[in-house]
């Protein structure tokens, strides 16, 4: 099977983005310094792991479950 197409990871990864960037600060910004640069840095070492090692994996699995099932769907034997 070959990979998704590279715009549709970067659309995957802009949905899965936006409301992470919207809620976490807001979240955990009772928690962090004053320091503006320190907020970002924390906030962004929060954010990456969540999109690295759960949102994407789990894109994956989706869109693969997707493709095994339209092919199923089309005749063609699965992969």
Known sequence: MSPPSKHLLALIN?????????F????????????????????VAVIVPIISYIVMPLAMKVLALTRADKRNQKGYPAA
Not at 14 to 22: D, F, R
Not at 24 to 43: A, D, R, T
């Open 24 to 43: 976490i600060p807001s979240w955990i910004s009772l928690y962090l310094p004053n320091s503006k640069l320190l907020q970002v840095c924390i906030v």
């Open 14 to 22: 802009y949905i899965a983005l936006v409301p992470l960037v919207y």
